[in-house]
């Protein structure tokens, strides 16, 4: 008998070996703890890069005919496109421009490489980046006429005669270089101060001066009163231009706006040069040409991009010396910059 228990004993103990373990069943989830599905989340759109201000660029300007370029970059939107705001601010005279330059209250301007001498005489002021217009074989820029019955038919006939010019000035400086080149010494040279334009051409169309150095178109103007050309710089072009210069804070913060601004005017430059005869309304609201001249007078070839030479720079240095301007040579690389202009 106790032999029989023993093996029932044995038995179960193998049975219950054998057995699946015992699972204990999971602790429910209360509802407030539940598992939600997962959902993708909503892609968030890439913020866009933030868009920079257009830079503003103010620019002192005088009604003449070298501005007609940058009038029409305005009206084509070609300064919009370099992401630029350009404002013309109207002056009167060369004075009135400097005035404003030298306050800080413009950017840039047209100029000449005297006023640029006077700028830079002691410290750089402004740096010229383009020229705006120069003289041609085909085009002047600056003309000394005679008067109508002044009697001078040549260059010689104005040895010792009082020609009317505006002193210190480009005016002044294309008068000694052009009498210089076509003959005439120092001393054969002699001038008269009339410095306003107006009062230049009407003394000589009076007759009340027998020359006088008149810039185109002005000197068209006077040709059609009968005045006589003596000499222009169509036979010596390096001497007539004019140029297009920032001032040096403006450039050196701004290079890449300056760049921009010189696409710009490249892309008009071309566009007037291709089609000189759809430019009188332009040339007429912004005052760049007399009413007398519309539809009569032929357009110049505007320059593409370039700037003064060297040596066109150390000529006018060199006067702008002798004539006790300035007392020192300029740095050419300092007050003319290449780098600006389109590539």
């Given amino acids: 008998m106790k032999h029989k228990m023993i093996f029932v004993l044995l038995a179960l103990l193998?049975?219950?070996?054998?057995?699946?373990?015992t699972v204990t069943p999971p602790t429910a989830?209360?509802?407030?703890?539940?598992?939600?599905?997962?959902?993708?989340?909503?892609?968030?759109?890439?913020?866009?890069?933030?868009?920079?201000?257009?830079?503003?660029?103010?620019?002192a300007m005088l009604p003449i005919l070298?501005?007609?370029?940058?009038?029409?970059?305005?009206?084509?939107?070609?300064?919009?496109?370099?992401?630029l705001k350009v404002e013309f601010?109207?002056?009167?005279?060369?004075a009135a421009r400097d005035q404003l330059m030298q306050a800080g209250q413009v950017d840039a301007m047209i100029n000449d490489l005297v006023s640029t001498m006077f700028y830079n005489k002691d410290k750089v002021n402004i740096v010229v980046v383009r020229f705006a217009r120069t003289a041609t074989s085909t085009y002047p820029q600056y003309r000394i006429l005679a008067a109508k019955d002044s009697g001078i038919k040549d260059v010689n006939g104005l040895k010792g005669v009082p020609i009317a010019i505006s002193e210190g000035s480009v005016i002044e400086y294309?008068?000694?270089r052009l009498l210089q080149a076509a003959g005439l010494k120092k001393d054969e040279i002699k001038k008269v101060a009339i410095p306003n334009i107006n009062d230049r051409l009407a003394a000589l169309t009076a007759g009340t001066v027998k020359a006088a150095n008149v810039?185109?178109?002005?000197?068209?103007?006077?040709?059609?009163?009968?005045?006589t050309v003596i000499v222009d710089d169509t036979k010596y072009p390096q001497y007539g231009n004019s140029v297009f210069s920032f001032s040096?804070?403006?450039?050196?913060?701004?290079?890449?706006?300056?760049?921009?601004?010189?696409?710009?005017?490249?892309?008009?430059?071309?566009?007037?040069?291709?089609?000189?005869?759809k430019w009188n309304d332009t040339l007429t609201k912004n005052n760049l040409l007399s009413?007398?001249?519309?539809?009569?007078?032929?357009?110049?070839?505007?320059?593409?991009?370039?700037?003064?030479?060297?040596?066109?720079?150390?000529?006018?240095?060199?006067?702008?010396?002798?004539?006790?301007?300035?007392?020192?040579?300029?740095?050419?690389?300092?007050?003319?910059?290449?780098?600006?202009?389109?590539?």
Avoid: H, R
């Fill in 174 to 176: 294309t008068t000694d």
């Fill in 89 to 94: 601010v109207p002056v009167a005279s060369a």
């Fill in 29 to 59: 989830v209360p509802p407030t703890a539940a598992v939600q599905p997962t959902v993708a989340a909503t892609p968030v759109p890439p913020t866009a890069a933030p868009t920079s201000a257009p830079v503003s660029i103010k620019i």
């Fill in 248 to 277: 040096a804070t403006f450039a050196q913060k701004n290079p890449e706006a300056v760049k921009g601004f010189l696409v710009a005017l490249e892309k008009a430059v071309k566009e007037v040069n291709a089609d000189k005869t």
């Fill in 215 to 227: 810039p185109d178109p002005a000197s068209s103007a006077a040709m059609a009163a009968g005045a």
């Fill in 14 to 21: 193998i049975l219950t070996a054998c057995a699946s373990p």
């Fill in 66 to 83: 070298d501005a007609l370029p940058f009038y029409v970059a305005q009206e084509k939107g070609y300064f919009n496109d370099q992401k």
């Fill in 291 to 343: 009413a007398a001249l519309i539809g009569k007078y032929t357009l110049p070839d505007y320059p593409l991009a370039s700037v003064p030479t060297e040596a066109q720079f150390k000529d006018v240095n060199d006067w702008a010396k002798d004539k006790g301007m300035v007392s020192k040579d300029l740095v050419y690389k300092e007050s003319v910059d290449v780098s600006y202009l389109p590539k």
